[in-house]
């Protein structure tokens, strides 16, 4: 008999994540920790570890997915861990998160969403922790989306609003401020908030003069756009690796803001046009290159005005080739000299009309960011009237439908300034249904619901002689 002793079975190794998991993981905690944008962090690590195919498509819809619907996932959460999420560890909550929604919201085996989150919890901390990510996940598959949202939204009858935020994955004030935007058509709410919670198309805008959007959905397997006249519509695949896009033919716009950027050109203009246009908020430079393909057909040239350098060298690199003058300032104190025949402003906003393409910022965004916004966009349109010439148009622009950024900064201005609104339902055809206030303008709202766009606003004001 031998006298050594008995040996302990060896513990298995834990298994790492897979190459999606992992990437989706990686980057919620970018977006936890540093406050990353998801739709900018993902592409890049994806080619830097050069996942693709199906691995790239499963980890782009647990990254955004997760980002999403992290307000319903962390409700769910706290109900199973018996805790408010702020004391769950923050590594660990992120993993849950990535777990849940697996869980509830994907085709993902439940063993499989429950055993890849327990093991990772392993690997970052240890085996009490991973038992508690068990515990937890464990007791969210006793229900499906549905009996979660049941158990734990408001009430549909004293809080409907609340009862559609929570469900559609919105923080209730967003909800609000669309269901005061839709005015009298509030009851499109849930449909409105259903089609924000969805992955959007990719639209795609073949450069004016350069490439017809016939071609351009010829040469990606695309389909034409429903109203601008520049639109493709890319139904899968990475758009960066297309050639038109890389060759500088066509590059990646939502449908609405190539229609903002036309109907500044179309707006009419008491007097000749003298071919000097301003963008005085430029960056990234996807309408400025818009404008500017257009006004090389009339002999324009546009003035882009954007002070952050590497938004301003994302201009100049989005509008290489065409008759655009780059000033890197702050577009309140330019120093241009006035007299612009068509102005475009497209004010920084809280962005509440593209929260289907900016996955986390739902979350990221707070009421009280909005005050000092709307001080900004004010100034910024006060700035814009300063530089048009008399009989000359500015176009108003926001991607938020926030009541407070829309028409209270345009009402604001007419009552200072010695401008007019102008009816700019017309500079938007084909697409209608689009007064602001679910009204009859005159100013255009446009939204995802209805038109598949960003839910952008506009409004065209002349300068009076």
Not at 49 to 62: K, M, P, Q, S, Y
Not at 96 to 106: A, K, M, N, V, W
Not at 163 to 185: C, E, K, V
């Amino acid at each position: 008999m031998s006298d050594r002793p008995a040996q302990r079975p060896r513990r298995q190794a834990r298994k790492p994540l897979d190459p999606a998991r992992q990437a989706a993981f990686d980057i919620l905690r970018a977006v936890s920790e540093r406050d990353s944008y998801a739709n900018l962090a993902l592409p890049a690590l994806l080619k830097e570890r050069g996942i693709v195919g199906r691995d790239a498509a499963f980890a782009t819809e647990l990254t955004y997915g997760t980002c999403r619907t992290r307000g319903l996932l962390d409700a769910v959460i706290a109900a199973a861990a018996g805790r408010p999420t702020e004391n769950i560890d923050p590594v660990l909550l992120d993993l849950l998160r990535l777990g849940t929604y697996q869980l509830l919201r994907t085709r993902v085996e439940p063993h499989a969403a429950v055993s890849t989150t327990v093991e990772q919890a392993g690997i970052e901390f240890d085996t009490a922790r991973a038992g508690f990510v068990n515990g937890v996940l464990r007791k969210i598959t006793s229900k499906d989306e549905a009996g979660w949202v049941a158990e734990l939204a408001p009430s549909s009858t004293t809080d409907p609003i609340g009862n559609l935020a929570f469900t559609n994955a919105h923080p209730r004030w967003i909800a609000q401020a669309f269901a005061d935007a839709l005015g009298p058509r509030a009851g499109e709410l849930a449909a409105l908030l259903s089609t924000d919670d969805e992955r959007p198309v990719v639209h795609l805008a073949a450069r004016p003069g350069v490439l017809t959007a016939e071609a351009l959905a010829d040469a990606v397997g695309g389909e034409v756009g429903t109203y601008s006249p520049y639109a493709v519509y890319l139904p899968s695949g990475d758009p960066g690796r297309l050639a038109p896009v890389r060759d500088g033919q066509a590059l990646v716009q939502d449908e609405g803001s190539q229609l903002v950027a036309r109907a500044l050109t179309l707006a009419p203009i008491d007097g000749p046009d003298g071919g000097r246009w301003l963008d005085l908020c430029a960056g990234p430079g996807g309408k400025t290159a818009v404008l500017a393909g257009i006004g090389a057909e009339r002999g324009a040239t546009v003035t882009a005005v954007e002070p952050a350098p590497r938004r301003a060298d994302l201009v100049a690199e989005n509008t290489r080739g065409l008759p655009v003058d780059v000033v890197r300032v702050d577009g309140r104190e330019s120093g241009l000299t006035p007299g612009f025949d068509r102005v475009l402003v497209d004010v920084p906003c809280t962005g509440l009309g593209a929260l289907r393409r900016r996955p986390e910022a739902r979350w990221r965004r707070q009421p009280s960011d909005v005050p000092d916004l709307t001080r900004l966009q004010r100034q910024l349109l006060a700035a814009a009237i300063e530089l048009t010439r008399p009989g000359g148009v500015v176009l108003y622009a926001t991607c938020s439908p926030h009541l407070a950024e829309t028409v209270g900064v345009v009402a604001d201005a007419i009552r200072r300034h010695p401008v007019t609104a102008i009816d700019t339902r017309p500079l938007f055809a084909p697409a209608a249904d689009i007064g602001a206030g679910g009204g009859d303008g005159p100013h255009v709202q446009l939204w995802p619901h209805r038109h598949g766009t960003d839910a952008m606003f506009a409004a065209a004001l002349r300068k009076d002689l």
